[in-house]
């Protein structure tokens, strides 16, 4: 579904490019607290990632899984390079790996999401930020998150997430823990307003 949905000739949804911030009361425990990058909506449905949820392991690890390189080699690797955030960026097919990047590295199975960022699936765009022909910002994803057609449209109408326009340095931001609240805040929103907004439902 994932890069088929991101074709480049494909209908663009108005959640495109937008953030979802899940409120309080989210049922499904995947989605608590989380800020999901809309990468592709449509009557199809909608794909995205969940940008301020770590995994517990690094792209030096990713590497080494991978086999693209020995683990000898990788203390040679830049210390930004070995920096690049590993997130879990979804409940569904959890072992895919994605890149979201900035729009200075394509490949032929890059997929531009937006203006300035694109999604890149496949191992081109791993081997050329370890060999330093990588784009200047990065961040890679296992997983990503998907909704059926009309189903994200009813979880927004039933109160489950709010939107806004991204922005790229919440996207590619290392700070985790404060991106839910620094999201809210682009709304001009707090959680403790989110909180009592809730207990009046």
Excluded at 45 to 53: E, K, L, Q, S, Y
Excluded at 96 to 117: A, K, M, N, Y
Aim: proline letters at 5%.
């Amino acid at each position: 579904m994932v890069l088929s949905t991101l074709k480049h000739d494909r209908e663009r949804g108005f959640l495109d490019g937008q953030f979802l911030i899940a409120m309080p009361g989210m049922q499904d425990g995947n989605f608590a607290r989380a800020v999901v990058y809309i990468c592709a909506h449509s009557d199809a449905g909608a794909m995205g990632f969940i940008i301020n949820r770590a995994q517990e392991i690094s792209f030096t690890d990713v590497l080494l899984h991978l086999k693209l390189m020995e683990e000898a080699d990788t203390i040679m690797l830049p210390q930004p390079t070995r920096d690049i955030p590993i997130l879990a960026g979804g409940p569904v097919e959890t072992g895919r790996g994605f890149v979201l990047h900035s729009d200075d590295f394509t490949s032929e199975s890059s997929v531009p999401v937006s203006e300035d960022i694109s999604l890149t699936a496949t191992l081109d765009v791993i081997r050329a930020i370890c060999d330093g022909r990588g784009p200047a910002r990065a961040t890679m994803l296992l997983g990503y998150a998907g909704w059926g057609p009309g189903q994200l449209e009813m979880e927004i109408a039933a109160n489950g997430w709010l939107n806004c326009p991204s922005t790229d340095e919440l996207i590619f931001d290392t700070a985790l823990e404060e991106k839910y609240e620094r999201a809210l805040a682009l709304l001009g929103v707090s959680p403790e307003m989110l909180s009592s907004e809730a207990g009046h439902a």
